[in-house]
């Protein structure tokens, strides 16, 4: 069964004050992985998609990377307005259409 | 370019009641998916609908249903409406892989 865990929970930063996300993923083929944004009480907003080991992808303040086992979504100089939930998720070649989904991260970024 | 979107925003229902969803996707996008978000908890795959026809289902009882027409808006209905049937209920759109959310429906059953 495909799983997704991400890390942390819940994670507080100061204005400028960069860090990373943790998704890591079980599947068996990947077709894509995911990161989102979720807003509360909102649709998620869609980020990034990842194919292939090593890829790395780039917006504004934002870089998701990939490895076989987990991806990152690094945050460079965070501000207030980029907080907000970080979901992650994948899909796998013989699961056609369904994306699993992580829990998510929750982002506060304090001015 | 206008996104996905969804009806009613808010829908508040009775125990054993039926509720009906909809949700229209992006033009051009043939692909709809149903997911439910309750409260604490991620998202949940529910439903996938392209070309008219039911591809993939989640772990989900019958009592959750849908359907899609022929300009790919879709239904979702839940039959016998329980308790924790109460969530945002998520619908997507795709062209290829990559899904794009609409606004929800917050369900809330009492």
């Known amino acids: 069964e495909d799983q997704v865990t991400q890390s942390p929970e819940a994670l507080r930063l100061q204005e400028g004050e960069s860090s990373s996300l943790n998704c890591s993923y079980t599947v068996s083929g990947l077709r894509g992985l995911f990161w989102y944004r979720q807003d509360p009480g909102k649709g998620p907003e869609f980020l990034f998609t990842l194919y292939s080991a090593g890829e790395e992808k780039e917006k504004e303040r934002l870089k998701a990377t990939l490895t076989k086992k987990e991806s990152f979504l690094h945050i460079t100089a965070p501000k207030p307005e980029d907080s907000a939930t970080y979901l992650c998720a994948v899909q796998a070649v013989f699961h056609a259409g369904k994306s699993t989904f992580g829990d998510g991260t929750t982002l506060t970024v304090k001015p | 370019e206008a996104g996905v979107t969804q009806s009613p925003t808010h829908l508040i229902k009775t125990r054993g009641q039926q509720a009906t969803l909809r949700c229209s996707p992006i033009?051009?996008?043939?692909?709809v998916y149903w997911y439910q978000q309750a409260l604490g908890l991620g998202l949940q795959f529910l439903l996938w609908?392209?070309?008219?026809?039911?591809?993939n289902r989640g772990n989900f009882p019958p009592r959750f249903s849908g359907r899609q027409f022929p300009n790919y808006s879709s239904e979702l209905n839940v039959n016998a409406l329980e308790l924790e049937d109460s969530a945002l209920y998520l619908c997507a759109s795709s062209l290829v892989y990559e899904q794009y959310f609409g606004p929800g429906t917050r369900l809330t059953v009492t």
């Open positions: 033009s051009g996008h043939t692909s």
């Open positions: 609908y392209d070309e008219g026809e039911e591809r």
